[in-house]
């Protein structure tokens, strides 16, 4: 069997590699590991176009996460209990809702825009300079869950995005009054 120059031996088994013959993006072969490690391939795909089951596919692509990320910085803009969080943030917004963008598209299944312009996101680190408690963490989720309620319809959908957000959230706060319990992620808009 003839192997696909797409997916060479040395990188065979990576995970873009992997990510890339799970999605159908590309044409290429399933790997399998021989003995001895080597890899080889497994079997060829037909290359019958993307696998609508990515997030990014889910909620609508491209244009429905730049409508999310407009939703979101909105409330930043306008809730009254985001006042710390929006202080954190530029006067012009415009580059952070890009910012936002970019990475949500990658997060979600899409091309990795941010990646491709700034290298692999290392969120606990860009967000070292900010003091972030559960405050903090609760405003964000507080304008995420209100974009999230106007730009998924699909209600399952809507809790699993939040879900995923409220445990990266969590995970950035850095000061040390944190509570063990999560704030819960909205069901209702």
């Given amino acids: 069997m003839k192997r696909n120059a797409l997916c060479p031996a040395d990188e065979s088994?990576?995970?873009a590699a992997q990510h890339a013959a799970v999605s159908g993006r590309v044409p290429v072969a399933l790997i399998a590991v021989g003995a001895k490690g080597a890899a080889r391939p497994a079997s060829v795909q037909p290359a019958a176009g993307p696998l609508p089951n990515t997030h990014?596919?889910?909620?609508?692509?491209?244009p429905?996460?730049?409508?999310?990320?407009?939703?979101?910085?909105?409330?930043m803009d306008t809730l009254?209990?985001?006042?710390?969080i929006r202080a954190m943030h530029p006067a012009d917004l415009t580059r952070s809702k890009d910012t936002l963008y970019k990475y949500l598209v990658g997060w979600m299944g899409g091309p990795p825009l941010y990646a491709a312009?700034?290298?692999q996101p290392r969120l606990r680190h860009v967000h070292l300079p900010f003091s972030i408690g559960d405050a903090e963490r609760d405003?964000?989720?507080?304008?995420?869950?209100?974009a999230?309620?106007?730009a998924v319809a699909d209600e399952s959908f809507r809790l699993e995005i939040a879900q995923a957000f409220q445990k990266t959230a969590s995970f950035l706060r850095n000061r040390s009054n944190i509570s063990p319990v999560?704030?819960?992620?909205?069901t209702k808009p």
């Avoid at 990014?56 to 491209?62: P, S, T």
């Avoid at 009254?80 to 710390?84: L, V």
């Avoid at 999560?182 to 909205?186: G, W």
């Fill in 13 to 15: 088994a990576s995970g």
């Fill in 56 to 62: 990014f596919d889910r909620i609508g692509g491209a």
């Fill in 64 to 75: 429905a996460i730049r409508r999310l990320t407009e939703r979101f910085y909105h409330h």
């Fill in 80 to 84: 009254p209990e985001a006042a710390a």
């Fill in 117 to 119: 312009e700034r290298g």
């Fill in 139 to 146: 405003a964000w989720m507080a304008c995420m869950n209100l």
């Fill in 148 to 150: 999230l309620s106007e």
């Fill in 182 to 186: 999560a704030n819960q992620p909205r």
